[in-house]
């Protein structure tokens, strides 16, 4: 729930686009003419990481330290995928896919020979599956 009051006082504020899956928040910015933040290619922006936070402030929100992109970086990490704006891309991380390859493995290993598994063994792996299987395709 915090991370919706996050998202609504950003978008208030005029922060956007920005992301939210469960409680993982990622925010991007696009240049402006008047922006009062520039980057080191000489665009201007109307915030910055810091001044976005600095706009929560007051609430006392914790910020994790390996959460999010402290920079509005071109590649960056966001719900266990290396996203690449320029190049259009996103690939799973070789950590996630050995976890996930593992939880496959042992999901069969488990259940070999026809021995019954619980609705919640299925839902643990379908709900893995489909995080990485996910794929959008713009058209």
Known sequence: MIGNA???????KK?????????NLNTFHTPTRD????????YRYNYDCNEIKGR??????PWHPDKGDPTFCEVYVYICFEWDILAKTVRLLLEKRL??????????AAFKGGKRCTLHDVEKI???LCH????????
């Not at 996050?6 to 208030?12: A, E, F, L, Q, T």
């Not at 922006?35 to 000489?42: E, K, R, T, V, Y």
Request: hydrophobic share 50%.
């Open 15 to 23: 922060v956007a686009p920005v992301l939210k899956y469960k409680d």
């Open 132 to 139: 990485i299987a996910f794929v959008y395709v713009e058209r």
């Open 35 to 42: 922006g009062p933040f520039a980057d080191l290619n000489g």
């Open 126 to 128: 379908h709900s893995s």
């Open 56 to 61: 929560l402030s007051p609430l006392g929100i």
């Open 99 to 108: 976890k996930f390859l593992d939880r496959v493995r042992r999901f069969l």
């Open 6 to 12: 996050v998202v609504d006082i950003w978008r208030v």
